[in-house]
């Protein structure tokens, strides 16, 4: 059974940061994408980047570039996904998701519980 241990979520002033990482058991690091979505409250799920074992780092929110960064620890099965200069509009609940396939695109297939973060202004 496939289970993620989320953290690092909680609450900040607009400029600060915050690390989310994300412990997946039973689950193989050798062949992987893993994602970071996020769900604003009245808002669809959006996705913000996915990273493969091959390599692939893919942003699909232009919101983020440049500020969140994802990343993979693979001798500790976590992905983090490192937050900088938040604003208000990122406050959201924070998804990591995987799927046993090398490469990005495509659904996922197994999702974490989320965590939240809020930034006020």
């Known amino acids: 059974e496939v289970q993620f241990v989320e953290s690092g979520g909680g609450s900040v002033q607009t400029g600060g940061s915050l690390r989310l990482s994300c412990l997946v058991s039973?689950?193989?690091?050798?062949?992987?994408?893993v994602g970071w979505f996020r769900q604003a409250p009245g808002k669809e799920r959006e996705p913000l980047l996915c990273i493969s074992s091959r390599g692939d780092v893919v942003y699909y929110a232009d919101s983020v570039r440049g500020r969140f960064t994802g990343s993979t620890y693979n001798a500790r099965n976590t992905v983090y996904l490192q937050m900088k200069n938040l604003k208000p509009e990122d406050t959201a609940v924070y998804h990591c998701?995987?799927?046993?396939?090398?490469?990005?695109?495509?659904?996922?297939?197994?999702w974490g519980q989320g965590t939240q973060v809020t930034v006020s202004s």
């Open positions: 998701a995987a799927r046993e396939v090398n490469y990005c695109g495509g659904g996922f297939v197994y």
């Open positions: 039973g689950f193989s690091f050798d062949d992987y994408a």
